[in-house]
């Protein structure tokens, strides 16, 4: 064997390393890319955070650890996050990560931001009725600032009464969108909608067509509640309000009903369509209800004082297959969100606590005080770039 065969044999090839780093943690690649300008392009390659992005979901679907975000507000200071890691038993990791605080993004006001969604690893937040969204890749402390908009023409000669925005990762493309409907009222005239999407892979907006949504008979209002927007099935769902009217001869709207129901946006063919709820008695006193996904399917969380149902489309699209799956008394006092696998994160006894609404099994995760938790959202670290 000549010299050089022997000194080549003691190094593995490169590829097999790459193989190697696709297991390792986010925090360890990041150091990693310091070692040399070779490792540094292998591991901000898309090739490579493809990979790594396979491997992360696959371990998440092949374990029992759920991870989540969580936006706090402790004592009325600013707004941070943190980072939970845990099993059917306890936590295994906590992290109030001090080295990327909200702050660092130049908040326009003090009030705790929405988290609009949270896809492989990167954060979308916003404030109520502010044109500015956020892209957040907390892993690697990346953020990107969206600030402008296809609407600027409408936002300058009127005024915002609702907004609501929606954050997917499209697998298709294997890119990132995000749909903003805003309600825009102007003197002498009725309020109307537009609609626009970004696309992050061209980081451009576009106008979206709202004749669906423009009925004189029908009315749409999204509910502006946090954990109302929900990816499923390649399309987006908000919990809204409909009101029905009817139009009567001198041309006039007379009101009939209202009714809850999911406004949902097709990721595949960029419609709007609306999606029929269950029977659901929302006007109901104390009647709270949430819109999420529940082990891949469309699903209802409704609380009152007396129970908490769980009612699950099992067939997606078809309204007679809404179906009540789950009734429990009520054991919980306020219900946060639910994870990939079906656990409902809730508040009980003000300490955040994970329930499987099957089993009903309760796991106290040992953090006590949750007034100060704003928001909970199933979350994963990622390499993946907004900037690219």
């Not at 990979?51 to 759920?66: I, P, V």
């Not at 005024?159 to 298709?172: L, N, T």
Request: hydrophobic share 40%; net charge neutral.
């Amino acid at each position: 064997m000549s010299k050089k065969e022997s000194m080549s044999s003691k190094y593995l090839p490169h590829e097999l390393v790459l193989e190697i780093l696709t297991w390792l943690m986010v925090k360890s690649l990041v150091r990693f890319r310091l070692v040399s300008k070779l490792w540094n392009s292998s591991i901000t390659s898309r090739g490579f955070i493809n990979a790594h992005l396979n491997k992360s979901n696959q371990l998440c679907k092949n374990n029992d650890k759920s991870h989540f975000l969580l936006l706090t507000e402790p004592d009325n200071t600013l707004p941070n996050l943190c980072m939970i890691t845990c099993n059917n038993s306890e936590v295994s990791r906590l992290e109030f990560p001090n080295s990327f605080p909200l702050a660092r993004l130049e908040f326009p006001n003090s009030f705790p931001p929405i988290i609009v969604g949270v896809y492989n690893g990167i954060a979308c937040l916003r404030f109520t009725l502010e044109p500015t969204i956020y892209l957040w890749n907390i892993s690697i402390q990346e953020f990107k600032v969206l600030t402008t908009t296809c609407l600027s023409s409408y936002l300058k000669q009127t005024e915002i009464s609702e907004m609501a925005v929606g954050f997917s990762y499209f697998s298709k493309n294997n890119d990132y969108k995000i749909v903003r409907i805003v309600y825009l009222r102007s003197r002498n005239m009725e309020p109307w909608i537009e609609a626009e999407i970004y696309t992050l892979s061209t980081d451009t907006w576009r106008r979206l067509p709202t004749e669906s949504l423009r009925s004189r008979k029908i009315h749409y209002v999204v509910i502006s509640r946090r954990d109302t927007c929900q990816l499923v099935n390649e399309a987006l769902h908000w919990m809204s309000l409909v009101s029905v009217y009817s139009i009567r001869s001198n041309g006039i709207r007379a009101y009939i009903r209202t009714c809850l129901s999911s406004l949902c946006f097709d990721l595949n063919e960029e419609r709007f369509r609306e999606i029929v709820l269950p029977d659901i008695d929302f006007l109901e006193v104390g009647h709270i209800e949430f819109l999420v996904e529940y082990k891949g399917s469309l699903a209802v969380v409704t609380m009152s004082d007396a129970k908490i149902c769980l009612w699950v489309m099992k067939v997606y699209g078809v309204v007679e297959s809404w179906t009540k799956q789950i009734v429990l008394p009520k054991i919980f006092d306020w219900f946060f969100s639910c994870s990939n696998t079906g656990v409902f994160i809730v508040e009980q006894d003000h300490r955040l606590t994970l329930l499987d609404p099957e089993t009903r099994r309760e796991n106290n995760l040992g953090i006590q005080g949750v007034t100060w938790i704003v928001h909970v959202t199933n979350s994963m670290e990622s390499l993946v770039l907004i900037g690219k």
